[in-house]
């Protein structure tokens, strides 16, 4: 069955490292995005892609960074981890209109 | 600014009583409102998209109906396994596919 996965599920990083969340879908989707999820804040869009070698930025993408070299993945990096960026890290993708979300990524910066 | 409102943040019910979720929109020229659900520890999980005021869509014991300002979800009966976060979404005008989410109702329905 076609699904997204996300990897590592759980990440615990220190402040000044990069770090790469891996997102990967096997829908061959043309769009996928990432989103935060914090206590009071919803969902918020971080970047997005169109398809191959498509970006955008989103309404919080200060500090995080995107490429899409294939139609399957969309690995997120954070070039200098703060501790501001301690969250849930959600990848979707999508044909046309409803967005299909992978199980997310729990990062902790220390 | 594009805004999505949900309320209430939390709704406590007993297995077996009705009620309703609500869902208020200011999204220039929507293309869409969209409802998830999300469990614990999981991803959201598509539920319904509706397109047009009068619009509605039922899954079980789910029912979603949209306004010109609002949509509501409409839980009939429900069960304990209906606890969970809904969330609702509006895609915006235009040829963007964002979506823009509300902050969620937590659902706790109790035996």
């Known amino acids: 069955d076609a699904e997204i996965t996300q990897s590592p599920r759980h990440k615990i990083t220190e402040t000044g490292r990069q770090v790469t969340l891996a997102c990967h879908q096997t829908?061959?989707?043309?769009?996928m995005f990432w989103y935060r999820q914090d206590l009071g804040h919803g969902l918020r869009l971080i970047h997005y892609?169109?398809?191959?070698?498509?970006?955008n930025k989103g309404e919080v993408s200060d500090g995080y960074s995107v490429s899409r070299s294939n139609t399957e993945d969309l690995p997120l990096t954070l070039e200098s981890a703060a501790s501001s960026q301690t969250s849930v890290y959600f990848c979707?993708?999508?044909?046309?209109?409803?967005?299909?979300f992978g199980p997310g990524t729990r990062l902790t910066v220390l | 600014e594009d805004q999505v409102t949900q309320s209430p943040e939390a709704l406590r019910l007993q297995e077996g009583e009705s009620s309703s979720l609500n869902c208020s929109y200011t999204?220039?020229?929507?293309?869409?409102l969209f409802w998830y659900r999300q469990d614990p520890g999981k991803g959201p999980e598509f539920l319904f998209t509706?397109?047009?005021a009068g619009e509605e869509k039922e899954k079980e014991r789910l029912k979603a109906t949209l306004t010109k300002k609002e949509s509501f979800l409409h839980i009939t009966a429900p069960k304990p396994e209906d606890s969970a976060t809904y969330l609702c979404?509006?895609?915006?005008?235009?040829?963007?596919?964002?979506?823009?989410f509300g902050k969620g109702t937590k659902l706790t329905v109790n035996p």
């Open positions: 829908w061959n989707h043309n769009n």
């Open positions: 979404a509006g895609r915006t005008q235009g040829g963007s596919e964002k979506l823009v």
């Open positions: 892609s169109y398809g191959v070698q498509d970006t």
């Open positions: 509706l397109y047009s």
């Open positions: 999204v220039s020229g929507l293309r869409g």
């Open positions: 979707a993708s999508s044909e046309t209109t409803e967005q299909f």
